[in-house]
């Protein structure tokens, strides 16, 4: 089965401090892309940062970063440095192919409280 | 570009009444998808077209659900007649073709059915 599992309901970190957030994914396809995306209380879908299934190295952008772990099926994000604007739920998702197209699916979602 | 634009941004309705979603995506953008977000069941994938051919509707909840896409720049998802277990946040969202590229999502219709 196609599945994204976010086992963290929410988690609290203190602000210029670093998080990470779990993500594990079930696929039998080879070929996927991660990706994770901040939803911030004004309700807009951010997109942060993405990982290919091939991609050796750990993607990068800003203070966010995806460690990827293929073998264990984990595409964790770590922000650094947290900002009280990194307070927001945030999503992990994986993109995968099928015979009529891509398609997108979610996990459950981490809330973030960054606390001052 | 203006992004991806749905309309309305908030619905009330009665329970029973017909609702249409609207959504717009990015020029260009070949793929469109609808999704549902409810504090129960996050972020569900309804439907997702590819070239304006729907591929896969298994996430559709309901035969209450419809959605079209006409042509590349509308779709719509219409729900008939709608309750009040429908009540959630609609989010359309496009991308290209492609493996790599992130879905850019609209600022969704926050539907309340009464």
């Known amino acids: 089965a196609q599945k994204i599992t976010q086992t963290q309901p929410g988690m609290f970190v203190q602000e210029k401090e670093a998080v990470t957030l779990d993500c594990t994914y079930d696929?039998?396809?080879?070929?996927?892309?991660l990706f994770w995306y901040k939803q911030p209380s004004s309700g807009e879908m951010i997109f942060l940062i993405y990982?290919?299934?091939?991609?050796?190295q750990n993607a990068t952008e800003g203070r966010y970063s995806l460690n990827f772990q293929k073998a264990r099926k984990s595409a964790n994000l770590v922000i650094s440095a947290s900002q009280l604007g990194d307070s927001a739920m945030y999503f992990c998702a994986m993109k995968l192919g099928g015979t009529g197209g891509f398609k997108t699916i979610f996990g459950a979602g981490t809330r973030l409280f960054v606390k001052a | 570009d203006a992004g991806v634009i749905q309309s309305p941004r908030h619905e009330v309705t009665e329970m029973g009444q017909e609702v249409t979603l609207r959504c717009k995506p990015i020029s260009g953008h070949n793929s469109l998808f609808w999704y549902r977000q409810t504090m129960m069941r996050g972020l569900e994938l309804l439907i997702y077209f590819n070239n304006n051919v729907p591929i896969d509707d298994s996430g559709m909840p309901e035969d209450r659900f419809s959605a079209k896409m006409p042509n590349a720049s509308f779709s719509t998802l219409k729900i008939q007649p709608s309750e009040p277990r429908d009540s959630a946040v609609y989010f359309c969202?496009?991308?290209?073709?492609?493996?790599?590229?992130?879905?850019?999502f609209g600022q969704g219709t926050r539907l309340t059915v009464v």
């Open positions: 696929t039998s396809d080879q070929s996927y892309g």
């Open positions: 990982q290919g299934s091939y991609d050796e």
């Open positions: 969202a496009s991308s290209s073709y492609s493996g790599a590229t992130e879905a850019f």
